[in-house]
């Protein structure tokens, strides 16, 4: 990636005592919270150097220290180029790399010892600051997910295609008839191809219909892959399906033959196409050590949940009728898992309701469908965690607000009316002279305004920073973050750092030191965007983060949302 500066993103990052003490209870663990490999990435940089990234572990000992060496082939003489073991980062710059392919291996420890050492990594091709992953044709991906479908400890890539997409929503220029039929295909980390699967007609090719989760659910360090099917061709003279029966179907994740199907949540209940049509699933650790997996149906009226334990037994099923119609039209185009009531298990914040961890409810605001939803240590000054909403309903007051996620009650809110808050808004930590992160939404359809506000609460501005849809965070120097405008780097309030090519599909800590990567889509292409500048501190792989991990692994499913921590380590992954 490009900067304004050179060759890549500069990172530093000061750890504050919050981002301190997840490091030592992830590391203190001395477990592996995820079967990860040192996922070591080797990128030429434009001198000719190489820049060589890894991953802190939270099974590594506090004190670790690494070793790099470099050879001319996989299984060559290894020349260690460390002259001390590295204990203050997890990157190296090989100056010495004269413009040559080689091979690095990273290892933990010092001396000329080379047992434990990395899988090789030879430098990538590509002096863009960027790994590229060619696909099967001249396509588009819609959808990139994240998970090891080999059980070798490095992360492969699910991708979901093309990328079309109609909204059941039936006022014109909204819905339309498909296209195409998606497929589903699977890459490992080096791109080689796997397989390919059809969703077939009885899928029509919008999000909502087709929501899709990867992840290890049973626990055999090979990820399985989660998704909607039904049977045949069920469509209707004008392209809509609306009957026919509809499955949960399991794929394995090596060969993508289809292991089992569930039942779906029926129809039932629905007013009509447009809101049965909602559909997503995703991940939760509802006992505190295991994932499960939760399907859900609607949003805008009824909701539909089912959880199933590792088993695929189904624990519970919830809907939003009877005695709890109160959290009926709650729900958002997304789901996060989070343990917000501290009781070691996670809770589902489908929306303005939140789903204990026992299939009954926490808790709802009742104000309504909220189009940006949040969850995350927002306001370091307050125990717990927070979340932030962006209310699509028209409200008087309070449509942009930070709520208490343990108990729902409002912190703060925005004061003004509002028609219509849209998009996924934007979460982060953008100004270092503010504590905690800070908060952007605005409105659309029937209003204007725009809303920065602080962890606090302050109103910063009103200003308009750009596209809202998405709007992507990582970090970029000191403890604040950058944000993505369309394919510019943006450091707050519009400073242009670098650019990007593509849409962005996923954000996820995949690669090299803890610093996110950034995947977008291209015709023809993914591409996996890493930093090449050495960071000055080291934190544990973010993928071991309860709430990052299943936030990343929702990110396939619905619309996107950039990833956020929680500060809860993954459990082992032996159960």
Not at 58 to 83: C, E, I, K
Not at 261 to 279: A, H, I, Q, T, V
Not at 329 to 352: N, T
Request: glycine share 12%; with cysteine; aromatic share 10%.
């Amino acid at each position: 990636m490009k900067t304004a500066s050179g060759f890549g993103f500069s990172f530093h990052f000061d750890i504050s005592l919050v981002s301190t003490f997840l490091v030592l209870a992830l590391c203190s663990t001395g477990l592996p919270a995820e079967r990860l490999d040192r996922g070591v990435v080797a990128l030429p940089r434009p001198d000719g150097s190489v820049y060589v990234g890894w991953r802190l572990l939270a099974s590594d000992p506090p004190n670790v220290a690494f070793d790099v060496y470099r050879s001319d082939t996989a299984d060559g003489r290894r020349q260690r180029l460390t002259a001390q073991p590295i204990s203050d980062s997890c990157n190296f710059v090989d100056t010495t790399a004269a413009g040559k392919r080689s091979y690095y291996f990273v290892q933990p420890g010092g001396g000329d010892a080379v047992r434990g050492a990395s899988p090789p990594v030879q430098t990538v091709d590509s002096t863009g600051g960027f790994i590229q992953l060619k696909l099967q044709g001249n396509y588009r991906a819609q959808k990139v997910g994240l998970a090891d479908f080999d059980g070798d400890g490095r992360l492969d890539y699910l991708v979901k295609h093309p990328d079309f997409n109609t909204d059941p929503y039936q006022q014109p220029g909204y819905w339309k008839k498909s296209e195409d039929t998606y497929k589903l295909e699977a890459y490992r980390h080096d791109g080689t191809f796997l397989w390919r699967y059809d969703m077939g007609w009885s899928i029509e090719a919008g999000i909502w219909y087709s929501p899709i989760v990867v992840y290890d659910l049973d626990g055999d360090g090979k990820a399985e892959v989660f998704c909607k099917g039904g049977e045949g061709d069920p469509r209707e003279p004008t392209g809509h399906v609306k009957s026919g029966p509809e499955y949960l179907v399991v794929l394995d994740g090596l060969t993508g033959k289809a292991r089992r199907k569930l039942p779906w949540p029926d129809r039932e209940g629905f007013d009509d196409y447009n809101y049965y049509s909602r559909n997503l699933l995703g991940i939760a650790y509802l006992d505190g050590a295991r994932p499960h997996l939760i399907v859900e149906r609607g949003t805008y009226r009824i909701i539909k949940l089912q959880a199933y334990d590792p088993s695929l037994t189904l624990k519970w099923y919830w809907e939003a009728s009877g005695e709890y119609s109160k959290h009926r039209g709650q729900g958002m185009h997304g789901m996060h898992a989070a343990d917000v009531d501290e009781d070691g298990r996670d809770e589902i914040v489908i929306g303005s309701s939140v789903i204990d961890d026992d299939g009954k409810p926490l808790w709802t605001t009742g104000k309504g469908h909220p189009d940006v939803c949040y969850v995350a240590d927002i306001d370091p000054a307050r125990p717990g965690l927070e979340i932030f909403y962006g209310l699509e309903t028209r409200q008087r007051s309070n449509a942009v607000c930070l709520v208490e996620a343990k108990t729902g009650k409002v912190i703060w809110g925005n004061p003004e009316p509002t028609v219509h808050v849209h998009g996924q808004g934007m979460l982060g930590d953008i100004i270092a002279e503010h504590p905690g992160m800070e908060i952007y939404a605005g409105e659309a359809k029937g209003g204007s305004n725009y809303w920065l506000y602080t962890a606090s609460g302050k109103l910063l501005n009103h200003d308009n920073l750009g596209d809202l849809s998405p709007k992507a965070l990582f970090w970029l120097e000191g403890p604040t973050k950058a944000f993505i405008l369309k394919n510019q780097i943006l450091k707050y309030p519009k400073e242009q750092v670098g650019r990007i090519e593509g849409r962005i599909v996923a954000i996820a800590d995949c690669l090299g030191d803890w610093r996110e990567e950034i995947i977008t889509a291209l015709d023809g292409e993914i591409r996996i965007y890493t930093s090449t500048i050495p960071a000055t501190t080291r934190r544990v792989c973010l993928m071991q983060d309860r709430l990052y991990r299943t936030d990343v692994a929702m990110q396939t499913m619905g619309y996107f949302y950039p990833p956020q921590l929680g500060g809860t380590p993954l459990p082992a992954a032996g159960r």
